[in-house]
């Protein structure tokens, strides 16, 4: 950990590693709690109902006690607390308090981890806004804990072992432990020093090193590069002057300026081959198309860029999700920073606003931009195969003339189906459809021909001589328009190869 301001120094997390230790002995782990609570409490408290789980967790044993304290909120006996965790370390680390004869938690710790972790992780934020439908507004410098975009964002980043990575808006630190696994050194950066005291001690707590840094955005690297930039940023809207303002979730920047801003200058950041994962939210606003407006962003040579668009919300339910996130709805003042918040939006024009993802390759040659507007359930984690789409693009780039194209070999990707479109009884189907299983989940209707030559593709005929076999099959004479066919074949063995349908052998 890079030893700085006095918050962030090692001195500050004294004693976390017996705290750890507590943890492992009461078995307050990803497993055991879910062994603990089970499957009906464990759903439930992802509704923020805790009933199940007190039934669940009236033994008072060690685990019992620390579910109690840090999930359900619970205040427990002081004698319980000191049985279940060293109680002097955890009140000296800020986590814990004791009021009386109870011990209350002051932030939420709780247990983290990959499938295939050997090493558990803890990840420390603020408490929540309110369990069984009590109200609590998050603060202007709330830290929030594994939420639904950090844990996309998880699963989003390719893996593969790496010198540098960087975690620009760390928060918690949560992007920061999954980089730890296969980088050499990492970097956090935040604007709140409050979120980087907590993922320092989120990275106390895991047995993690990270260094961590203050500042806005990329300002405390200026000059640095990374093999890989991964970020969730303070994306949201910009909400009106006078509104509440939260450090997590506003830049303030007007509108998408903070995705534009990273989208931007987080490429340069990146060394030759190097990778940024970025969470971002665009205005949809006087009929310009979304992708236009995300390609406007970025830099227009020396990247290749996957945008996909994941969502996209009216106005009036994006407003509403981000003050109920922070648990304002029902609070005195909801209705009308409600009504200023979207007459704010109203006034910039805006329409709509999409969520989504870019993934960027630093190449040092020509720009390849491809964008997705792709609402449908894809499989998790996607991470693999958005590497294996950016690789894909690199094999591309050196086939960009037909010949190149032709000369090679391509393999049909095992996960494909071909899926025949018509009524029931036809002699001939309607449309053929080349379905993905897995990734992004794809489908692209196909002629004849183009199916024909899919088919074929195992790696061992190079695809020009499976286009002209092809052609040959369906009747061509090797005349002009067979010529034309022929081109329109290579073009369709391009799209399916940037898509995985193909790929490329080896």
Not at 431 to 458: E, I, K, N
Not at 469 to 483: E, I, K, N, S, Y
Request: aromatic share 4%.
């Amino acid at each position: 950990m890079r030893e700085g301001a006095g918050e962030m120094s090692r001195e500050r997390y004294a004693g976390a590693d017996r705290l750890r230790d507590g943890f492992l002995a009461a078995g307050y782990t990803v497993d055991g709690v879910a062994a603990r609570l089970g499957p009906v409490a464990t759903a439930a408290l992802a509704r923020h109902e805790t009933v199940p789980a007190r039934r669940a967790t009236a033994s008072g044993d060690p685990l019992d006690t620390v579910v109690r304290l840090f999930l359900l909120q619970l205040p427990v006996d002081q004698k319980a607390a000191t049985r279940a965790l060293p109680l002097d370390v955890a009140v000296s680390l800020g986590v814990l308090y004791a009021d009386g004869d109870e011990v209350h938690a002051r932030l939420d710790v709780r247990p983290y981890g990959e499938d295939d972790i050997t090493e558990p992780w803890w990840v420390v934020s603020d408490l929540g806004t309110g369990l069984d439908g009590s109200r609590r507004p998050l603060t202007a410098e709330h830290v929030l804990g594994v939420g639904g975009a950090s844990t996309m964002l998880a699963q989003l980043t390719p893996r593969s072992a790496v010198g540098r990575t960087l975690d620009v808006g760390t928060g918690c630190g949560v992007q920061a432990l999954h980089a730890g696994r296969h980088s050499d050194h990492v970097v956090g950066t935040d604007v709140s020093v409050r979120a980087l005291q907590l993922a320092g001690l989120t990275a106390a707590l895991s047995g993690v090193r990270l260094d961590l840094r203050p500042g806005d955005l990329l300002d405390p690297v200026r000059g640095e590069t990374f093999d890989l930039v991964v970020s969730n940023p303070p994306f949201v809207v910009g909400a009106p002057a006078g509104a509440t303002r939260h450090t997590n979730r506003d830049s303030g920047l007007p509108l998408d300026g903070v995705s534009a801003r990273l989208a931007g200058a987080a490429p340069h950041h990146l060394t030759d081959g190097g990778t940024l994962v970025l969470l971002a939210n665009w205005v949809l606003r006087d009929g310009e198309p979304w992708d236009e407006r995300v390609a406007g962003w970025l830099p227009t040579h020396g990247v290749d860029v996957l945008a996909v668009q994941r969502e996209v919300l009216d106005p009036a339910e994006y407003v509403a999700t981000w003050l109920r996130d922070a648990g304002e709805r029902g609070t005195a003042g909801y209705l009308e920073r409600y009504d200023g918040w979207l007459a704010a939006l109203e006034g910039d024009r805006v329409e709509g606003v999409g969520f989504g993802f870019l993934v960027v390759r630093r190449t040092g040659a020509e720009r390849r931009l491809a964008t997705l507007d792709w609402p449908h359930p894809v499989e998790q984690p996607l991470g693999p195969h958005l590497a294996a789409w950016l690789d894909r693009q690199r094999w591309l780039a050196a086939h960009q003339a037909d010949d190149a194209l032709a000369a090679a070999t391509v393999t049909l990707a095992a996960d494909v189906v071909q899926e025949q479109v018509g009524s029931p009884g036809a002699e001939d189907p309607e449309a053929v459809v080349l379905r993905q299983q897995v990734g992004l989940r794809r489908a692209f209707a196909s002629d004849t021909a183009t199916a024909a030559l899919v088919g074929a593709c195992d790696g061992r005929l190079t695809v020009g001589t499976l286009a002209a076999a092809v052609r040959q099959v369906l009747g061509d004479d090797g005349g002009g328009d067979g010529a034309e066919e022929g081109r329109d074949l290579l073009a369709q063995v391009r799209v399916l190869v940037e898509a995985g349908v193909l790929t490329p052998s080896v």
